[in-house]
């Protein structure tokens, strides 16, 4: 684990292997650990897997407001203090919307963009009622959330008990408050801006956020999809091959 001083805050991150800078952004609470299993990308890429501020061993007091723009530009500094000029960027679910910011406002910086399970916008009933209780439970009870979102995305005992106890060092506090302006993003008509190549993936279970698939198509200019069958949204953690499988071939033959 690394570290570095950002805009007076600690943000510690893992940085490993050589080539093509590859960013990991994660959701509410869950932290860089999420992205254990990406780690094996490093023999062909540079895999940087930060802990957004106020998550896992970054500082756990935030002295700047919470929003998905704030986080934007946090890694827009992480990269020139590491003097990267471009990074493929993954989004994660609601780190998608950190992803899909940077690729709209910040163009150049963006190598290529990959989202996970991504949406431009929470307007389903069912994704807004799912941050509705990301919003109440992490600031109420962050044990619990811990629990059930280590259970959901994996079955391996190990796996599980390090993103527990990862999510257990976030601030609930802004957990809850990353989730609320997550709840509130919309860069729907800001997507046909975007002029990074986008890869998408999803679970072929996870029917709610698959919805936006169509959305995606109409406005993206360059665009490839991969559905894994029989899979719902927690891709990194429950079809890791799957997924490193894809990055991989997708950015090589990009290259």
């Not at 109440?136 to 811990?146: D, H, I, R, T, V």
């Not at 609930?172 to 609320?180: I, Q, R």
Request: proline share 4%; net charge positive; aromatic share 10%.
């Amino acid at each position: 684990m690394q570290s570095m001083t950002l805009k007076g805050e600690l943000i510690c991150y893992d940085d490993i292997g050589e080539g093509l800078p590859i960013i990991f952004l994660h959701p509410p609470g869950m932290g860089r650990k999420v992205f254990d299993r990406q780690k094996m990308l490093s023999k062909h890429f540079r895999i940087l897997l930060p802990d957004l501020a106020g998550h896992g061993d970054s500082s756990y007091n935030v002295t700047r407001e919470v929003t998905v723009e704030r986080y934007g530009e946090d890694i827009i500094e992480f990269m020139n203090q590491l003097e990267i000029t471009a990074a493929v960027l993954f989004g994660y679910s609601s780190g998608g919307a950190i992803a899909q910011y940077l690729a709209i406002h910040h163009p150049s910086r963006v190598h290529t963009l990959i989202l996970s399970g991504g949406y431009p916008i929470v307007d389903h009933w069912t994704i807004k009622n799912e941050h509705r209780l990301g919003v109440f439970f992490a600031s109420k009870s962050k044990k619990l959330m811990s629990a059930g979102l280590a259970f959901a995305h994996t079955k391996d005992p190990e796996l599980r008990r390090l993103l527990k106890e990862h999510m257990l060092k976030s601030n609930p506090l802004v957990w809850s408050k990353y989730y609320y302006d997550v709840m509130h993003f919309n860069c729907k008509d800001g997507l046909a801006k975007i002029t990074a190549p986008v890869l998408l993936m999803y679970g072929s279970k996870s029917d709610v956020f698959n919805t936006y698939i169509k959305t995606y198509k109409k406005e993206l200019a360059d665009v490839e999809i991969f559905i894994i069958k029989g899979e719902s949204h927690q891709l990194p953690t429950r079809q890791p091959s799957y997924v490193n499988q894809i990055i991989t071939g997708y950015l090589l033959n990009k290259q």
